[in-house]
């Protein structure tokens, strides 16, 4: 089994060389699985945070470049999971302020990007993959606490940054867990010099692997 892992994009703020990298990647690749580790979308359009009147693109215009780079994504793999990470939670806690969309079906991530298989998290071939919501300030320290968790092999997304790290099992078992890079702009307005690396993994029977563009 081969997992190629679309890391954090944020589209419509995704770096366009690095995700035709990614893609020319999968190409050649041709993975069994495509996992999206989590901020496939930013949906900047309904963050609470406050927004630069000059940069805020419509909900529509989010969702119109989103499809139209889920499609490319859609013919290098027969199977492609989509998780949920933070920025995907926007939309969910812009409607709890608005209970009365709440009930409207077409007001959902799935819905909205036309996705079959949308979920928290995922279980592949014996490795978790999952967006986490854990930050640290060395690359590797998040990867190392969310494998506590879970106890397995396991990809998060999230940090930004690359890293793989080991840690001891038992008596002589090892595992292993990676932190997937990002795909996303690395110069955005609302911090300076952020310690972010392009890159994904790729797990091939198990086996991690980073890449960078």
């Known amino acids: 089994m081969k997992v190629l892992v679309l890391p954090d994009t944020h589209i419509p703020y995704h770096d366009r060389d690095c995700l035709s990298a990614w893609i020319s990647r999968a190409r050649s690749i041709r993975p069994d699985v ?3 580790i989590g901020d ?3 949906m900047y359009a309904v ?3 406050e927004r630069d009147p ?3 693109l419509t909900l529509q215009q989010e969702i119109t470049q989103a499809r139209e780079i889920i499609g490319r994504i859609r013919e290098v793999s027969p199977r492609f999971v989509v998780l949920e990470g933070n920025h995907e939670r926007r939309l969910y806690r812009y409607l709890m302020r608005h209970p009365e969309l709440m009930s409207l079906e077409c007001l959902t991530i799935p819905s909205l990007l036309g996705l079959d298989d949308y979920r928290h998290h995922v279980e592949i071939d014996g490795v978790m993959y999952v967006h986490g919501d854990v930050v640290s300030a060395q690359a590797g ?3 190392h606490r969310m494998s506590a968790k879970t106890a397995m092999p396991t990809v998060v997304g999230h940090t930004h940054r690359l890293a793989l790290v080991h840690r001891r099992v038992g008596a002589s078992g090892c595992t292993w867990a990676a932190e997937s890079g990002c795909l996303c702009n ?3 307005d609302y911090v300076w010099m952020p310690d972010w690396q392009h890159g994904w993994v790729v797990v091939d029977s198990g086996r991690p692997s980073l890449e960078t563009p």
């Open 54 to 56: 000059r940069r805020v």
């Open 34 to 36: 495509v996992v999206s």
């Open 40 to 42: 496939l979308v930013d």
């Open 186 to 188: 690395l110069d955005p």
């Open 47 to 49: 963050s609470t945070h």
């Open 141 to 143: 320290a998040a990867a």
